[in-house]
């Protein structure tokens, strides 16, 4: 068989809805899977022993098991609880919960690369807490815990290719649906393949951007 | 006889095994300038340290501007505000710049506008001679002029009392007179100032008391003049020969 560009050319629009698709339930993810991370991560640190306890359950059984199957037993397991969601819902949570489990400890490092003398500074001026934590520290933490952040948000571009399996139509379920049709597989994955690499590079561009701008206006 | 704005009675702190207050009975009065100095270990940063609560005790009592620090109606987040402090190293907040690091505090705590905020500062940075630096970051300061901004950052609250722990001594050596120079105007001023350091030429210059602290306990106390020429405690005269020296 030869190398076909038309096939490549027909499924192209399909492949580029596909991909509107993937960019808009990772988005999703990443925007709740960054409030989720913080929230946890601000939580672990209270006192009660029981919270952090089931903190790090949390933490320690999203980072330790597959992504598909944590998909899947939100999709095809949970249902058997009583809890039915549709592939995107499914598809959306697991992978938010994935992605907030290791921006937990991403933001944790964050917070403790801050120096104890940035907490003392702040609470002897007289601010509160809660105003010290909001203006001083969280403010540094996510400057370190930046880099970290964006190679996680590329990673949960690049796995949500994984919800494809559970039937939600995002690019790599329509690569799937075209290839399976008319067996060029060659050509389509491989010009699916592009597509996420200009996925991955348009999203880094944004965070370098969003990076220089925002965060190191240090004088440096 | 003016009243005491700082009282420690019976102080004592652990740290573990380590006693590192031991029965201090301290009184410090409004606009005194004590200097306490010490070899490494002495307790000497511990004890300023009390005084805003940034380390806590175990046994005694202390009394900052007629509150007492134990008492569970004290707090401290507003006492803190009438007690500026000035860190060793600097602690500026490196993601904003000078104007906003002072402006930080008078803005969120004291409520001012942006506008009168910024005038406060503006002046205190004439008043620590560098106020061209408003817009600048701390990383691109020097380490005296960083410190110049940590001590207009403290004084932008109008503190009753201003404690130093050992503000020149991450400093390199020409950069140690500009910050003591501020400091000197400053006690000239009738600011209530402790101040740990090992500067003894500020020490002989602007305080009212010297306190020699060792193994967390104060051995020596006395004004100036006398407690350089006459130390009355064997290890008072063999700590001030080992600092006095150079």
Not at chain 2, 121 to 143: F, H, M, N, T
Not at chain 2, 162 to 182: C, G, H, K, Q, R
Not at chain 2, 221 to 243: D, H, V, Y
Request: glycine share 6%; with cysteine; charged share 20%.
């Amino acid at each position: 068989m030869t190398f076909s560009w038309a096939a490549i050319w027909q499924g192209l629009p399909y492949l580029f809805q596909g991909a509107a698709l993937t960019i808009f339930i990772s988005l999703t993810a990443m925007l709740l899977g960054v409030i989720l991370g913080v929230l946890i991560a601000l939580l672990s640190e209270v006192p009660s022993r029981g919270i952090r306890i089931l903190i790090r359950a949390y933490v320690e059984i999203f980072r330790n098991t597959p992504l598909l199957i944590q998909i899947f037993i939100v999709y095809f397991g949970l249902p058997q609880l009583g809890l039915k969601l549709s592939p995107f819902f499914s598809g959306l949570s697991a992978l938010t919960l994935y992605t907030a489990a290791y921006n937990v400890e991403i933001f944790r490092a964050g917070l403790e690369a801050v120096p104890k003398g940035q907490h003392e500074a702040a609470r002897s001026t007289g601010l509160t807490p809660l105003q010290a934590a909001v203006f001083v520290i969280i403010p540094q933490a996510l400057r370190v815990s930046f880099p970290a952040l964006g190679n996680n948000l590329v990673s949960l571009l690049k796995n949500s290719s994984l919800v494809s399996t559970i039937g939600m139509v995002e690019l790599m379920f329509v690569a799937n649906d075209i290839s399976f049709n008319n067996f060029r597989s060659f050509e389509i994955y491989g010009a699916t393949a592009v597509l996420y690499v200009l996925l991955v590079l348009a999203l880094t561009w944004t965070l370098s951007t969003i990076e220089r701008r925002l965060l190191l206006k240090s004088g440096r | 006889m003016k009243q005491a704005i700082i009282q420690f009675r019976g102080v004592n702190k652990w740290f573990g095994p380590l006693h590192v207050l031991n029965d201090v009975d301290l009184s410090v009065r409004a606009g005194e300038v004590l200097v306490i100095c010490g070899p490494s270990g002495s307790g000497k940063s511990t004890l300023i340290r009390c005084i805003n609560k940034l380390e806590l005790i175990q046994k005694g009592e202390i009394v900052v501007d007629g509150m007492a620090l134990s008492d569970p109606a004290t707090d401290i987040t507003k006492l803190r505000a009438e007690v500026g402090m000035v860190f060793q190293q600097f602690n500026l907040y490196p993601h904003m710049n000078v104007l906003q690091n002072i402006t930080l505090a008078l803005v969120k705590v004291r409520k001012q506008s942006r506008e009168e905020a910024e005038r406060i500062a503006r002046d205190l940075l004439v008043k620590v001679g560098i106020p061209e630096k408003a817009a600048q970051y701390p990383a691109q300061l020097s380490g005296g002029q960083q410190q110049r901004v940590a001590i207009a950052r403290a004084l932008a609250m109008q503190p009753k009392i201003m404690l130093f722990d050992e503000p020149t001594s991450a400093l390199d050596p020409e950069m140690i007179n500009e910050v003591l120079d501020v400091m000197v105007s400053l006690a000239k001023e009738g600011m209530t100032m402790i101040v740990v350091t090992h500067e003894m030429g500020f020490a002989r210059k602007v305080s009212h008391r010297i306190i020699f602290m060792d193994e967390g306990r104060i051995v020596e106390e006395g004004e100036p003049q006398a407690f350089f020429a006459n130390p009355k405690e064997e290890r008072t005269r063999t700590f001030l020969s080992k600092i006095l020296v150079h």
